[in-house]
């Protein structure tokens, strides 16, 4: 990493520029002052997915899901739990398919749950299937 990293607030969508060393440090937003990290993945649209790609300079994943699908319930709590810990090393979001079908299409997702991780805009990474707290940690600290 460079001195320096770029993050998308989730609050705003603005683009921060925050020094690689404070990142441990719970910055918040220059624009509208709230955490840039929250410990809970970051609900992205089809609007606001391709800023959150292409503009944070920390690895993403996301957990393509949908509300009536029994195995993405029983994953979202081990998620968010996977959030706190990954976090502020890794941005760490969700896609509702349902309301979000273009992202769906757009991503081959097949079966839900489906974990990507991106790195520098690109799927480095990809699961199917729900999982534990540590086995979402583990995968993505693997890749």
Not at 33 to 47: G, I, R
Not at 52 to 63: A, C, E, G, R, S
Not at 87 to 111: C, F, H, M, W
Request: net charge neutral; charged share 15%; glycine share 4%.
């Amino acid at each position: 990493m460079s001195d320096s990293s770029h993050l998308v607030c989730p609050h705003c969508q603005a683009i921060n520029r925050v020094p690689t060393a404070r990142l441990d440090q719970k910055p918040n937003c220059g624009q509208c002052h709230q955490p840039l990290f929250t410990s809970h993945p970051v609900e992205l649209t089809t609007a606001t997915f391709a800023r959150h790609l292409d503009h944070n300079d920390i690895p993403l994943v996301v957990d393509f899901w949908a509300p009536w699908c029994g195995p993405c319930k029983m994953m979202a709590p081990a998620f968010v739990q996977a959030a706190a810990m990954l976090e502020p090393l890794v941005r760490v979001a969700k896609v509702n398919t349902d309301t979000e079908q273009v992202l769906g299409t757009q991503y081959s997702i097949r079966s839900i749950p489906t974990l990507i991780l991106f790195k520098d805009g690109h799927e480095v990474a990809r699961q199917a299937g729900a999982l534990t707290t540590q086995d979402i940690v583990r995968w993505v600290r693997t890749h």
